[in-house]
């Protein structure tokens, strides 16, 4: 079992659609959490950190279940510039300057 | 202020050949990391130095692959001899010292894409 699960996607949605993706990590030890983004042919850049009692950023919003291991990531409203690659991200320990341990990503492509 | 430098971006080599990559972390970020990206995938941790000391080095391929921190700031990863299966972005990324408690932001670099042929 891969530590960190995502559905590959793609997602393909139109503008102003309402889109989720799901994640699910096999180390229940797992304390930091975050979502990225990666455009095509770029570096992945932080997206949020997603705590249990949920957190808000504009239109993203992210949810941790550390119960069922479970990830999630909402955005509402989508926009073109959302295309791109999300990757769930978690972390074993909380302890500053640990690697990170990324999912394959899930691909959005927002058309007009 | 600068992020995190890698050069070259682009490299095509036969198999069997060697290759180098060179990291330039953010300023003052102690620690750093090289991460390997095979299309489709999410990128994977090869090692990880804090200062010059290795924290972590336990997916780096060591019959092929070296890493070095020597004077705890720019840093290069070596392949040597390179495999068709090492065709990939090579990621750098670098973060702060560990603080007291929670995770540092970890920045990544443009990446070096290689190209194994």
């Known amino acids: 079992r891969k530590e960190v699960e995502q559905d590959p996607g793609p997602f393909n949605v139109p503008e102003g659609a309402t889109v989720a993706f799901n994640c699910t990590y096999s180390?229940?030890?797992?304390?930091?959490f975050f979502w990225y983004r990666q455009d095509c042919r770029k570096e992945p850049k932080l997206l949020m950190s997603v705590y249990s009692s949920g957190n808000e950023d504009g239109r993203f919003t992210a949810q941790l279940n550390r119960a069922s291991q479970y990830i999630s990531l909402l955005i509402r409203d989508s926009k073109l510039s959302d295309s791109a690659t999300y990757l769930c991200v978690v972390t074993p320990y909380n302890q500053a300057g640990t690697a990170l341990i990324f999912g394959k990503g899930t691909t959005l492509s927002v058309s007009s | 202020e600068a992020g995190v430098a890698q050069s070259p971006r682009y490299k095509i080599i036969e198999k069997r050949q060697s290759v180098a990559f060179w990291c330039n972390p953010i300023?003052?970020?102690?620690?750093l990391y090289w991460y390997q990206q095979i299309l489709g995938q999410g990128p994977k941790l090869l090692i990880q130095?804090?200062?010059?000391?290795?924290?972590?080095d336990s997916q780096l391929p060591k019959d092929r692959f070296s890493a070095e921190r020597l004077k705890g700031v720019d840093s290069t990863l070596k392949i040597q001899p390179a495999k068709l299966e090492d065709s990939a972005v090579y990621l750098c990324?670098?973060?702060?010292?560990?603080?007291?408690?929670?995770?540092?932001?970890?920045?990544f670099g443009p990446g070096t894409r290689l190209l194994v042929l």
């Open positions: 130095f804090q200062n010059n000391g290795v924290v972590d």
């Open positions: 990324a670098s973060s702060t010292l560990p603080g007291t408690g929670g995770q540092e932001t970890q920045y």
């Open positions: 180390n229940s030890a797992s304390q930091s």
């Open positions: 300023s003052g970020h102690a620690t």
